[in-house]
């Protein structure tokens, strides 16, 4: 199983970015797919989660309304539409996968190896 992370980049305040989750060796309709982010000196948080059928999707707080979950089962790809970028957004980015809902890192079943996203004020 393998989780790419892929998108990730240096950005302005106020900027965009997409990121893509790409799956492989497992059927990722059968899994909640995440994000999670880790900056430096700090815990890895969650960042969003969508359900298996796209029906259900969880945002953490200081996300909503900015960034934007989704996924295309038939590509076994997840992304992250992240609008509005802000400073404190810097981290490295991860996605996981498990197959019912958790906020939790050590919850998750499969992972990748994250990308740096880097907002500059």
């Known amino acids: 199983v393998q989780l790419q992370a892929c998108g990730g980049g240096l950005v302005q305040a106020g900027g965009s970015l997409r990121l893509s989750c790409a799956a492989s060796?497992?059927?990722?309709?059968?899994?909640?797919m995440n994000w999670f982010r880790q900056a430096p000196g700090k815990e890895r948080e969650f960042v969003a989660a969508i359900s298996r059928s796209g029906g259900s999707i969880y945002y953490t707080d200081s996300v909503k309304g900015r960034f934007t979950i989704s996924r295309d089962n038939a590509k076994n790809t997840m992304y992250l539409q992240m609008n509005s970028l802000k400073p404190e957004d810097t981290a490295v980015y991860y996605c996981a996968a498990r197959r019912a809902y958790s906020r939790t890192w050590d919850d998750m079943a499969y992972w990748g190896k994250g990308t740096q996203v880097t907002v500059s004020s």
């Open positions: 060796g497992l059927t990722s309709s059968n899994y909640y």
